[in-house]
């Protein structure tokens, strides 16, 4: 009798084991398949953000080759207009294409450097007293136009220092481009236009289109709204 009870103890035991252990199998399954989930879920969200960075990175490469486009177009713009400015300066006479200095700021120029301006030129003296007052009424119009007008004052005194008109620059108060004439431009501008053009008293002045042609030459004391006016005819 004892020993029947003993084993039917026994058999108990076993099925309370089996029963904690099949408990215990449960558990881990669940716990299995959560972090299978999780796993997966972790591969989706790396594949989502792999996707988004191959996507910036088409964009990136798409907007960096619209921005070569753009700048090789720009550039190709300029280099056309660049050729346009020096096909122009090319045909220009001989006497706009001679060095000058502009004794204001000491850089060297040319009448022909302004290609794409109109370019108002008063011949003058420093002795002359009718060049001063002419010089009075272009300084005066000077306000009434931007950048795309250009005035010089072009001294006949070819002994004349750039010092020396300087100085006049500075106590007159005239603020734009003085230069000494050549020789050579001289005989240039008397070729075209005749000996009035170097008599400074005469007040000549003329004016070079945007294209390099030139105005006829005008004489005597002008008003600012005659000189505005013969200018704005010329642009």
């Not at 006479?93 to 060297?108: C, D, K, M, Y």
């Not at 005469?202 to 000189?227: C, Q």
């Amino acid at each position: 009798m004892k020993k029947l009870t003993l084993i039917s103890l026994t058999l108990i035991l076993m099925l309370l084991l089996a029963a904690c252990s099949g408990s215990s199998s449960g558990n881990e399954a669940p716990a299995r398949n959560a972090a299978a989930i999780e796993d997966k879920t972790d591969d989706v969200m790396m594949d989502d953000k792999t996707d988004d960075t191959m996507m910036d990175d088409k964009m990136d490469e798409a907007m960096m080759e619209e921005k070569t486009d753009e700048t090789m177009m720009d550039d190709k713009a300029d280099d056309a207009m660049l050729d346009d400015k020096m096909d122009d300066m090319a045909d220009r006479p001989a006497w706009q294409h001679i060095s000058l200095t502009n004794v204001r700021t000491g850089e060297t120029f040319t009448l022909a450097d302004f290609a794409s301006k109109t370019v108002f030129v008063e011949p003058m003296a420093t002795w002359c007293s009718n060049c001063r007052r002419q010089l009075g009424n272009v300084s005066a119009v000077r306000s009434q136009f931007g950048e795309d007008v250009v005035f010089i004052a072009l001294s006949v005194e070819t002994a004349l220092t750039d010092a020396e008109l300087k100085a006049y620059t500075d106590s007159t108060g005239f603020d734009w481009i003085f230069a000494v004439a050549t020789p050579e431009l001289l005989r240039e501008l008397a070729a075209l236009y005749g000996q009035t053009v170097v008599n400074p008293p005469s007040t000549p002045h003329f004016i070079i289109r945007t294209d390099g042609s030139t105005t006829d030459l005008a004489t005597g004391i002008k008003s600012v709204d005659t000189l505005a006016a013969a200018i704005r005819e010329a642009q």
